[in-house]
């Protein structure tokens, strides 16, 4: 099924949004101006787009340290993002999560989470959720390579099928588990071919093709939605930058960073697609780039202006404060 | 004596004991710097940098890197140390003991007794803890007091690296397995550290500032500000005196209940939480034990009982500071002085 104009253009947003966003976070982190740990998502901006292109704001995922990606697919605000990351009152967490806990339930976003394997036991939650509650709703879990090895993650892929959840557990294969390389650390180096040994349809696409991403989501989460049980996409993608920003990535061959960017960009490639096919125009889509510009710079600016959260909060949303 | 932070003084105590002894491994993620990618091996020595050169020395059999899997790491571990090794584990968070528990306090801590005596278990844990970089909920707990509480776990928390270097040679030599606690913000402090090896028993505090009016106990980064706090007040003649238990378990009630027998006022920093913690035990101890010797309320200087904020404003209010030390012990002096807090 061939996607619209107007989904073309809104999941080019999305991606572009995304790239905008992680690299602006990359350069005020180094000028000293966001605090704490902070993981990028460029390079693999085409898995959460052509993923979340097919969600509802009543579909669930559950996300993972890299979180940025996933909350800006799944359309949380950005603005109330960049808040989250600088600290300040006004953040979509008020302050108190950061770069590795934001979430917008509102949105169906779980959160982000600084634990490898945290958010797939909660993905099928959710899924279970849906469909206890008799909605079709869907519940995504994107995981990266690492956290495909995780015993938590193996118990929720076999919970899913058991329990037939409407479910989507998306593997974003980027190479690296922190600082091991996935061909290593992934025993069978198949991370899809796993999945399927747990019962679940199971494909694996190159996540740099945005294409290839909605099409494989566009089933698995049909599939779920109509009450077929889970599935699993293993994406595979790159990262552009280290596990973290000032990672000195001596693990990587000097030249890698550099080779992937000019081989392996989805926005790149989807631009090139679109274009060669005649389904988007160059001017439409610097039209959108213009606008995402504003919108980062305006976010970095509301950011940096906002105050911090008041000392109050400190002790606010717990049971008990003694 | 050579100057060393107390990331070179891990480092070095691990170093000593795999040159010593065959069957001390290392193991946990990206220890060897990550294998499997397309760079260097041995580029980091972890996330946390303490193991950066023992893959070069000691290569891949016994400096291992591991898929991120913090339940099979620990399990192997434990497994590993009941049939012939001594393994060191690196946990890079404490926090991600949520995810690997089981095998370290219903299987490691427990085949010694459960088995009637007939298993050795000589595991150590290394893993980092605290807060102060911003790092949030899941990254920046202090959960050491959940070790103490269990039977068959010995507890280490260093403050500074000569003790770092001479307890974590204790700690691989010991039968037991040990959970060794290294507060991530005091990594680069120095201090004199010899050459050799050396060990540190546990069980034995150190008296870092001696003092006749108040005790304060403190650990780790704690105990350095629980030390400016009573070169301070020092000026202002109250003389505090400053205990490092350095291990939790076993603790060194002895030296904790004679400085308060002398003092008569205890007050105690923990930045771990004020319910069931390390400050509440110690104070329960010396209540039962010392209440004789008591000239005033037991104070317990800790974090708050939330989780750790991420915004830069709320984690250092989170965490105890000087002004809250200094107000404990006024407050211990003056304990007719009403409406202190």
Redesign the interface.
Known sequence: MSLDQETLLDAYRRMRTIREFEERIDTEFKAGEI???VHLYAGQEAVATGVCIHLRTEDYIGSTHRGHGHCIAKGCDVKGMMLEIF??KGGL?G???????IADLKQGMLGA??????SPPLAIGAALSAKTRGTDNVAISFSGD??S????TFESMNMAVVLKLPCVFVFENNG???????????GSKDIAGRAAGFGLPSVKIDGADFFAVEAAAAEAIERARSGGGPSAIEAVVTRFYGHFIGD???????D?VERLRAERDCLKNFRERVTSDGSLSNAQMEEIDGQVGTLIEESVNEAKAAE??D?T???TD?Y??? | MPTKTIRQALNEAIRLEMRRDPTVIVIGEDVAGGAGGTGKRDASGGALGVTKGLFSEFGEARVIDTPITESAIMGAAAGAATTGLRPIAELMFCDFMGVCFDQIFNQAAKFRYMFGGKAQTPLVIRTMFGAGLRAAAQHSQSLYNIFTAIPGLKCVIPSNAYDAKGLLIQAIRDDDPVMFFEHKAIYDQEADVPDEAYTIPFGEANITREGGDVTIVAFARMLHLADGVADELGKDGVSVEVIDPRTTSPLDEETILESVEKTGRLVIVDEGGPRCGMAADIAAMVAQKAFGALKGPIMQVTAPHTPVPFSPVLEDLYIPGPEQIVAAVQRVMQPEVAGAK
Do not use: W
């Open positions: 605090p704490g740990f600290g300040r967490c302050g108190k999560g950061g770069s590795m806990h989470n600084a634990i490898v394997g945290g690492g956290a090895n995780q015993g938590t690296y588990g922190e600082m091991t390389g996935v061909d290593y650390a992934v000195p990535q001596n693990y990587r061959a000097p890698e911090f959260p000392e909060e400190l002790l717990v008990v404060s003694y």
